[in-house]
């Protein structure tokens, strides 16, 4: 079995869907960090058979409406001196700006420069997101 | 500062308003003859349209208004690449209030974020058409006398029609409305109407492909017409255009006091034979439109 040390300061990103570690990755921007960062897939979950995990190794300010909008059961984990401190409650926003883009090819964002892309929840419990504009769902 | 994007931005309330307003100007024209001496409204079309844009221009300067536009993006300043939001912003130095039409969905949203004089959106692409819609509201309830307890067929391309999508948002809000739903397998209402417009609202609604089996039971049919710039494939247009073609034999089964609306223009969805109908109000509509128009240049410039 393979093992990933634990971090002593930094921020762990528990019980995301198995596959979709690298899309949270990619969309937090943490490719754009010098620290060390894991991204762990199909780890084994009790509660969900097969789950990925992020560690990052450092403390930074996470865009918590990009986790609450990719999935709000997500756990977030700040871990300081090597204890988890707290544990942030993800919920899924109500407006999210330039987190992703409308795919509409009849939308106004499609030409309007410097639009940005806002999205609002229309639907918590099956958590639809429309385009402010055009009222697209949000793919 | 008031716009009108979307038909919901206005309450029931302010609808009943409005209709009573229109009422009244079909009533006594005259004395609206000048309540907007000295206003400007400006007709921003950026893509092709008859009935709604000669509808402002004629409903302003029944008002003792002038206007000023273009009708086409190629004569505009958008066809040099100017923004929406730049558009809009110029334009609310000569004008006083803005009547808009674009191809894309959610220009007119834009446009009312950035302008400093009121927005009305005269269609945007294949979204939102809510001056069509309040001129259905104000020909149902000039024909039917009430709005609840209605059973309104809408017959046609419910898929891409944005006056059946608004429509079916309005009266959702009245009491007692039921819905029939009449269309081919392609071009049926997108499941978020259903699903969060009529079953949220607990509204009845049937979905069918036979117009004949449903005629006798209707207070109201609104056809629509297949729209060929709503598809990307020339070939599913010329597939689906002639679904339902209303022919006075059809009609026979009608009820007496049934009326016939479309937003216009027709191609060949409702046979010519059935003009001189007299359920046939399609013609009435339009004119509505010009005086509803009046009603809301009146509302929205706060105009007493």
């Known amino acids: 079995m393979m093992t990933v040390s634990s971090i002593e300061n930094g921020i762990v990103l528990d019980h995301i869907a198995a596959g979709r570690g690298m899309d949270l990755y990619k969309a937090l921007g943490l490719d754009e960090l010098s620290c060390l960062v894991a991204v762990i897939t199909n780890a084994y979950s009790k509660k969900m058979g097969r789950k990925d995990i992020i560690k990052i190794d450092a403390e930074i300010d996470l865009n918590l409406d990009i986790i609450g909008y990719f999935d709000p059961n997500i756990t977030v984990n700040i871990i300081k001196d090597g204890v988890n401190t707290k544990k942030p409650k993800i919920e899924p926003p109500e407006r999210i700006e330039n987190i992703i883009r409308c795919k509409n090819p009849r939308c106004i964002t499609t030409v309007e420069q410097e639009l940005p892309h806002v999205f609002k929840l229309t639907d918590r419990e099956n958590m639809v997101y429309r385009c402010i504009y055009c009222e697209s769902k949000a793919k | ?304």
């Open chain 2, 1 to 304: 500062m008031r716009n009108l994007i979307d038909i919901l931005d206005l309450t029931t309330s302010e609808i009943d308003e409005l209709i009573s307003v229109a009422n009244d100007i079909i009533e006594s024209p005259k004395k609206y003859a000048h309540k907007c001496d000295g206003k400007k409204l400006a007709t921003l079309f950026f893509e092709p349209s008859t009935r709604t844009r000669l509808s402002f221009e004629a409903a302003m300067y029944e008002l003792g208004g002038n206007v000023l536009g273009f009708s086409e993006a190629q004569s505009s300043s958008s066809a040099k690449g100017e923004s929406v939001a730049d558009t809009v912003k110029v334009v609310g130095y000569y004008a006083d209030i803005i009547a808009m039409r674009h191809p894309k969905e959610g220009a007119p949203m834009v446009a009312s974020m950035k302008s400093d004089i009121p927005i009305i959106n005269a269609g945007d692409g294949g979204h939102n058409h809510p001056t069509q819609t309040l001129t259905d509201l104000l020909t149902i309830y000039r024909e039917k006398g009430r709005f609840d307890g209605l059973t309104v067929g809408l017959c046609g391309d419910l898929k891409f029609g944005r006056t059946v999508h608004s429509l079916i948002g309005a009266l959702s809000r009245y009491n007692n409305v039921k819905f029939v739903l009449i269309s081919p397998n392609e071009l049926t209402i997108p499941e978020y109407i259903k699903k969060e417009v009529l079953e949220a609202k607990n509204i009845e609604f049937v979905e069918t492909a036979s117009l004949d089996e449903v005629m006798p039971e209707l207070d109201v049919l609104y056809m629509t017409r297949v729209q060929r710039e709503r598809f990307f494939n020339e070939q599913d247009y010329i597939r689906l255009k002639d679904s339902y073609i209303l022919t006075p034999e059809k009609l026979l089964s009608a009820k007496k006091d049934m009326c016939i609306l479309h937003p216009l223009p027709r191609v060949n969805e409702i046979s010519v034979a059935v003009d001189s109908d007299p359920r046939a109000k399609y013609f009435v509509q339009a004119q509505n439109g010009k005086y509803i128009r009046m009603a809301l240049i009146l509302k929205l410039l706060e105009v007493e």
